[in-house]
């Protein structure tokens, strides 16, 4: 056999558990995130993904927010989202029925308060009557503990008064 190619033969298993070391090592190389990402996908964020709130990816993520009694409030589901990934799309998915079946997101349906982790894309609408849609940049993710984010939902009535408030979350981890 050639000297090269028995040489090269030799080495791939050399080579094979040197790239593994630096996986290891330094895992933020191999998961494109930078800045400090493991790349690995937490508990909560496989259980997002596993329960379908998350797509395979983890980069796009839907909350179903159901109402059918405004005295009662809305149920969001999931109650707490974990995100996974850097810049990901989260959309809200209003779901009136029974009592509150003309029930409406407000004008800032899903409200972050001003925080800058969260974004809408430029010269996208931020949302309509049943969804709206924030990109989380998740900068400061891998934080221990995992950074929660309140926000706001507003749902309002057909005659456009208060229907229901609510303060859930969302935790980048």
Sequence with gaps: MNKNLTRALYALPVLA????????????????????????????????????????????CDVRVEISDCAAGPKLVPETLYVCKPNTKITWTLYPSGLATDAKFAGNGIDFKGNPEFFHPPGHPAGTNTTFDWTDKRSKRDSDPPEPYKYDVHILKKDASDCYHKDPQVVNE
Excluded at 21 to 41: C, E, L, Q
Excluded at 42 to 57: E, F, H, L, V
Aim: hydrophobic share 25%; charged share 15%.
């Design 17 to 60: 558990l040197l790239g593994y070391g630096a996986y290891v090592y330094f895992p933020a190389w191999f998961d494109g995130g930078g800045g400090g990402s493991t790349g690995r996908v937490t508990k909560n964020c496989q259980g997002s993904i596993d329960a379908r709130y998350c797509d395979p990816s983890g980069s796009k």
